[in-house]
């Protein structure tokens, strides 16, 4: 089994990674514990060689084996988002929220998906929560901005892509800390 292992990790380091996916499948049968995380590796080698449909099983696997783990819900959502899955992922935000919810990638996920949908007001709500819990996420202010601009809320979107355009702040020379 860890020969099997070895094996996988050597074909991704020289990005032979349907060889290496293959041989952390053969791991996955024998594995007593830590099953979620070699899951998750072969999603991560479906994701390298763009096997959409394959990270999606894969991640799916993680998730069962450990569901408590909001990193494995978060891979499994954007996998699904690649595969233009938006309803499917947005429950596997809810699920990493539900574990975490001061998870700003949750709440930036959700709102994305809320902004494509149409949904600008769900999309306002989980954005403010994203860009308060992490504000240098420029990707997620911006959105927020976009959100707020479709509700004709024109001056606090021209606020958030002002400060879109100042680029990140760092946190820590605010706090005098070097």
Request: a negative charge; hydrophobic letters at 50%.
């Amino acid at each position: 089994v860890l020969a099997h292992w070895w094996l996988a990790l050597a074909y991704e380091q020289v990005n032979r990674l349907a060889e290496a996916r293959k041989e952390a499948e053969q791991v996955t049968a024998a594995a007593v514990f830590g099953e979620s995380q070699l899951h998750a590796a072969i999603g991560r080698f479906a994701v390298r060689a763009a096997d959409g449909p394959g990270s999606v099983g894969a991640f799916a696997r993680a998730t069962r084996a450990n569901p408590n783990d909001p990193a494995l819900h978060r891979s499994l959502a954007d996998a699904l988002l690649q595969q233009d899955r938006p309803d499917e992922a947005l429950a596997e935000f809810v699920a990493q929220l539900l574990i975490d919810p001061l998870d700003a990638a949750a709440h930036a996920g959700i709102g994305q998906i809320h902004l494509q949908a149409g949904r600008d007001g769900d999309a306002v709500d989980a954005l403010r929560r994203a860009t308060d819990l992490a504000p240098a996420n420029t990707e997620a202010r911006y959105a927020l901005a976009s959100a707020l601009e479709r509700l004709a809320r024109t001056a606090e979107a021209a606020h958030h892509f002002a400060r879109v355009e100042q680029g990140p702040v760092d946190t820590d020379a605010l706090h005098g800390r070097s």
